[in-house]
């Protein structure tokens, strides 16, 4: 599996953007997609999951009511919808994967097996 994380930029706090996650390969309906975010020198932060066939999906706190996380119609897409913006949120933000994930345990990245590149979002105040 490979994952290609697009979508991050420049944008004022306040502002939209939205992440794509493009994968490759063979994924079962059983993974787990996920978004995580860095910032140097801190640990890698959970932001949201989703099934990979859609359906439930979980937020951190930090996110919730302002980011929405989806998977599109066209092929092997996973979408991070980030809206008022805040600059906290300004981290590298990466998608991953993994099999068999249970619910308690999304937010721990040592679940996921397979990882994006990271995309880079700055949120200015």
């Known amino acids: 599996v490979q994952l290609q994380a697009s979508g991050g930029g420049l944008v004022q706090a306040g502002g939209s953007l939205r992440l794509s996650c493009a994968a490759s390969g063979r994924i079962f309906s059983s993974y787990r997609m996920g978004w995580f975010r860095q910032t140097p020198g801190k640990a890698r932060e959970f932001v949201a999951a989703i099934k990979w066939s859609g359906g439930t999906t979980h937020y951190a706190d930090s996110v919730r009511g302002r980011f929405t996380i989806s998977r599109g119609n066209a092929k092997n897409t996973v979408y991070l919808q980030m809206t008022s913006l805040k600059p906290e949120d300004t981290a590298v933000y990466y998608c991953?994967?993994?099999?068999?994930?249970?619910?308690?345990?999304?937010?721990?990245?040592?679940?996921?097996?397979?990882w994006g590149q990271g995309t880079l979002v700055t949120v200015s105040s």
């Open positions: 991953a994967a993994g099999a068999g994930i249970i619910n308690t345990a999304l937010m721990l990245d040592n679940q996921y097996d397979y």
